[in-house]
Nanobody
Framework: QVQLVESGGGLVQPGGSLRLSCVPS????????MGWYRQAPGEERGEERELVAFMTTGGSTDYADSVKGRFTISRDNAKNSVHLQMNSLKPEDTAVYYC??????????WGQGIQVTVSS
């Protein structure tokens, strides 16, 4: 079973930066979009995760309004990896961040989630 392996989370002060990375444990064929979702603390399990950013294989991107101008998504198509550079972090960015991949076969892969905490 292919897994998405996330790294780069942690504790940072408001205004700081973090870079999240996600790499599949094995090759995934037919990827057409990779991105990041998040779920804030206190949200009940099962509530919809918030889409933070995504990038298609062709390079198109989209961001949640709350992170535009602060977060940047990038991909390495050769390695099937995706990264999220997060700058000017705010306490409201505190959440568990999940890497996500969808293929042309309409199959979804999820990472296990990585904690990002923004606090002084």
């Amino acid at each position: 079973q292919v897994q998405l392996v996330e790294s780069g989370g942690g504790l940072v002060q408001p205004g700081g930066s973090l870079r999240l990375s996600c790499v599949p444990s094995a090759n995934i064929s037919g990827i057409y979009v990779m991105g990041w979702y998040r779920q804030a603390p206190g949200e009940e399990r099962g509530e919809e995760r918030e889409l933070v950013a995504f990038m298609t294989t062709g390079g198109s991107t989209d961001y949640a309004d709350s992170v535009k101008g602060r977060f940047t998504i990038s991909r390495d198509n050769a390695k099937n990896s995706v990264h999220l550079q997060m700058n000017s972090l705010k306490p409201e960015d505190t959440a568990v961040y999940y890497c996500h991949t969808k293929t042309i076969f309409n199959y979804n892969y999820w990472g296990q989630g990585i904690q990002v905490t923004v606090s002084s």
